[in-house]
């Protein structure tokens, strides 16, 4: 039998916010989704801090987010990791892509490209004459990635075509998400990333990171996004997050409805609310999404 700390559940979940500000209404709605999932397949369910943006981290507002994802009884069940202190692994990351001739050094600026969608290859071939390295880019090769997100279904995604060579260390010298949610996803044992709709997009991405350190993809669920009456991504700076609105209760209750799930009325205090979702979790409710308040 493996001992305590060496054992791996089969099943290992994350939820991974950003600290550039107060935790909102929909990162809680992806958290519980997320915690719910692992409870129902018996599995771990972690929290990581994505701190690796300096200019974008807001200062306390990795405990800030802790904090209010504990108030709703969401508390990581391993401990938790700060990107920003695994920056050594993701050098070491970097250098072994390169050496293995999978990445190169590229001398290109936003400037310079143009504002170009798509990266050309300019410096896939060497440096040319007067440019100097900047970022680092991963290759890209013409082949399609097909995956199947287990909420979304059948997808199919084509980096190589979409955006081409893409960044992994950024011309200011900070790792690119691509490469850092890989590299820490693959350290943490995640087998299955659950988000929001929005990252969908990265997916062909993160995978061809994958394929290039010979790993396989975890599974993907990509849940609904909440939206405001506009259709647009809830955002804090409309005044229209329910956690500024309303009591921890009615946010849980409003946050199990856009994930398709409704207690019952009488069922009002957190615990109650939790014994029922815990209970009646089912992923066939869960609407693709976007769903509006
Ligand atoms: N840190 C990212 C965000 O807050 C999420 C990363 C992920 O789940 O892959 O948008």
């Not at 990445?103 to 300019?122: D, F, H, I, M, V």
């Not at 190589?160 to 890989?182: N, P, S, T």
């Not at 009615?250 to 014994?275: K, V």
Request: hydrophobic share 35%; glycine share 10%.
């Amino acid at each position: 039998m493996p001992t305590e700390d060496k054992f791996h559940a089969p099943y290992v979940g994350r939820f991974a916010p950003s600290p550039t500000g107060p935790l909102h209404f929909g990162s809680l709605t992806t958290a519980l989704g997320s915690r719910l999932r692992a409870a129902r397949q018996n599995g771990l369910w972690l929290v990581r801090i994505d701190d690796l943006d300096p200019p974008r981290t807001v200062s306390g507002a990795a405990q800030a987010q802790l904090d209010t994802l504990s108030a709703f009884g969401l508390v990581s069940q391993g401990p938790v990791v700060y990107q920003s202190q695994r920056r050594a692994q993701h050098e070491r990351i970097i250098h072994g892509l390169r050496r293995a001739g999978l990445a190169y050094p590229c001398g290109c600026t936003n400037r310079t490209l143009g504002g170009l969608k798509r990266y050309p290859g300019t410096c896939r071939n060497g440096l040319p004459a007067g440019k100097t390295e900047r970022s680092i880019r991963l290759k890209t090769y013409p082949q399609s990635i097909e995956f199947n997100d287990i909420l979304q279904g059948p997808q199919t995604q084509s980096p190589h075509a979409e955006v081409g060579d893409f960044v992994i260390r950024r011309g200011d010298g900070l790792i690119a998400y691509q490469l850092a949610v890989v590299a820490d996803d693959r350290a943490q044992g995640v087998t299955e990333v659950v988000r929001g709709h929005d990252l969908m997009s990265s997916v062909g991405r993160q995978w061809l990171v994958y394929n290039a350190l010979k790993t396989t993809p975890p599974a993907y669920l990509h849940l609904p996004v909440v939206v405001d009456a506009n259709g647009r991504k809830l955002s804090k700076s409309d005044g229209a997050d329910p956690l500024e609105r309303h009591s921890p209760n009615e946010c849980f209750r409003l946050a199990l409805r856009a994930l398709g799930h409704e207690p019952p009325s009488g069922c009002i205090s957190l615990s109650a609310q939790w014994d029922w979702a815990l209970k009646h979790w089912s992923l066939e409710r869960v609407p693709p999404g976007p769903v509006s308040l």
